[in-house]
């Protein structure tokens, strides 16, 4: 009976291990072409995204916000800047994700931007062809965020939403900067490069970072050697939208990150 | 004790389905760009390839031939047309393996060559935006495949190791195409549309596929819509590989694939 018990001892621990996410990995729901094409139909519920991970970026359906995940709870940054939880069955049409389990923290000085930080990151994280999972804790002199409204059928492409993006300046406001820094070449697949968002410390403001300077804070990064990708099979929009075409002229005017003059 | 039994059972359920390779997933270590800039060591053993499907294709260690998955059983088709069964704990620097479970059987029509097979599969799955693996079982009239020899470092670029690539002809041979088709955005991870390798019935022949003309068969193909992607974070060469560099031009080299006035 002993050695029985130790067998199912260990069945479960082998199917705890399989019940959890894997470890550095990069979950990601569809593609960001199929984005900027205007496949905005979510395809995977909030609830099935937070079995890959708890900490990530993304949007909903009918591209109705923006998407940061922390510590396992989705936050909706909404265009009338209001933050949301929305309901698990909500689906996203675009997300990654990962479960952050932090492999070095970096100091950050006072003062630092959007490019500062990329340079530090660059600098300790040399190695340009894995994922890096980022989280920047702190308190910020202001950042400024975007989000994006809710679409109707017939969808216009993202470039043209985010002509009328809602864009919100926050001042002296702690809070979390969540995202990636992905391999050039997921380029039609994913965001090359930073890609942010930002949710406020008592989860009232957030959305997609186009600048920030941070007042006091750190930075952890998370080593992603492992890949997925989820296609919305069912979803008719995708099947019949031509991602052969380089969208990459799209993806820069949709980031809209802005250069120090623009601030 | 009957409730403890039915417990043991459910949890021993879980764990066979965790230890299984996930279905309609494409798993694929390193990628192509990597390979045509000459990151030729393996960095995953046969051993753990096999953890993640029992069909598909790749290469070796140093670039020591073309690999076969079929069935379980991983063949080498070496530079000497010979075909090996590695030990498994030979690595690869380059593979792209599934768990094959046909979708769809679709009749082949006597003398159907490449272009023809590749209308035929488009026709019945439109939808270029998601994976398909590809299992052509047959009789051909004949079938030209290529392979590729064992490097020393400095390793040079694929493109120069093909240009002295042995070829293979084969006629009124029985075998098993073993290959994938992929959608346009992989470019620069792995072959956007088809790459198919060989391996005749005995197991004695095979290669990456140049031609073929198909005497009698069918091809059963498997619709893919997850992608798992797993880097060689310890192999130094691909850290340092400039991986945003455009090598389509090197990827059509290195195919070969011929045109009918070839042949």
Chains 1, 2 share one sequence.
Do not use: W
Request: aromatic content about 10%; some cysteine; glycine content about 8%.
């Amino acid at each position: 009976m002993k050695r029985f018990f130790c067998l199912f001892f260990g069945v479960c621990l082998l199917a705890l291990g399989c019940a959890t996410p894997p470890r550095d990995t990069v979950f990601q729901a569809s593609t960001i072409d199929a984005l900027l094409a205007g496949v905005y139909d979510g395809d995977m519920s909030c609830r099935s995204l937070l079995k890959h991970g708890d900490f990530g970026i993304g949007t909903f359906d009918r591209l109705d916000g923006e998407m940061v995940l922390l510590d396992g709870r989705i936050y909706q940054v909404k265009a009338d800047g209001k933050v949301y939880e929305p309901d698990l069955s909500l689906k996203t049409p675009f997300a990654t994700v990962c479960q952050f389990d932090a492999d070095r923290t970096i100091p950050v000085k006072p003062g630092s931007d959007y490019e500062i930080i990329e340079k530090l990151i660059n600098k300790y994280f040399p190695n340009q062809n894995l994922f890096y999972a980022i989280r920047v804790t702190g308190h910020f002199m202001s950042i400024k965020t975007r989000s994006v409204s809710g679409q109707q059928k017939p969808y216009p492409p993202l470039r043209e939403v985010v002509r009328n993006q809602p864009e919100f300046v926050m001042k002296n406001i702690s809070g979390t900067i969540v995202g990636f820094r992905c391999p050039a070449y997921v380029k039609g697949i994913n965001v090359p490069g930073y890609h942010l968002h930002f949710i406020s410390s008592d989860r009232t403001q957030g959305g997609h970072i186009l600048s920030f300077k941070i007042e006091d804070g750190k930075c952890e990064v998370d080593v992603l050697t492992q890949y997925t990708l989820v296609l919305p099979e069912n979803t008719l929009e995708f099947s019949e939208t031509d991602l052969s075409k380089d969208r990459s002229g799209e993806l820069k005017d949709v980031e809209k990150r802005q250069t120090p003059n623009e601030r």
